[in-house]
Nanobody
Framework: QVHLVESGGGLVQAGGSLRLSCAAS????????MGWYRQAPGKQRELVAT???????NYADSVKGRFTISRDNAKNTVDLQMNSLKPEDSAVYYC??????????WGQGTQVTVSS
């Protein structure tokens, strides 16, 4: 059974930092494309960042230069370091895993709230 468990969300002031972590189990983590997505109230879920099995990264324009995605294949974790947070970064952040055959799994989400 596949589990993706996010942690690290919370309340932070604008300009502050948070680090999200996603622990995966039940998958061959090293071959999966991993990603972070977010969904704010009344908005569609959107891509934040992805990292391939070879650690090639991709970021949404809105977070480039502020967020960093990384993975540890030995620990089956993917992290999202978020710096210079803005109120518009407030959302539920979801971890996503995609297999080479395009099967997708989601975590339950973790809330990030940035106060102005």
């Amino acid at each position: 059974q596949v589990h993706l468990v996010e942690s690290g969300g919370g309340l932070v002031q604008a300009g502050g930092s948070l680090r999200l972590s996603c622990a995966a189990s039940g998958i061959t983590f090293s071959i999966f494309l991993m990603g972070w997505y977010r969904q704010a109230p009344g908005k569609q879920r959107e891509l934040v960042a992805t990292i391939t099995s070879g650690s090639i990264t991709n970021y949404a324009d809105s977070v480039k230069g502020r967020f960093t995605i990384s993975r540890d294949n030995a620990k089956n974790t993917v992290d999202l370091q978020m710096n210079s947070l803005k109120p518009e970064d407030s959302a539920v952040y979801y971890c996503r895993a995609r297999s080479p055959s395009y099967r997708v799994y989601w975590g339950q989400g973790t809330q990030v709230t940035v106060s102005s």
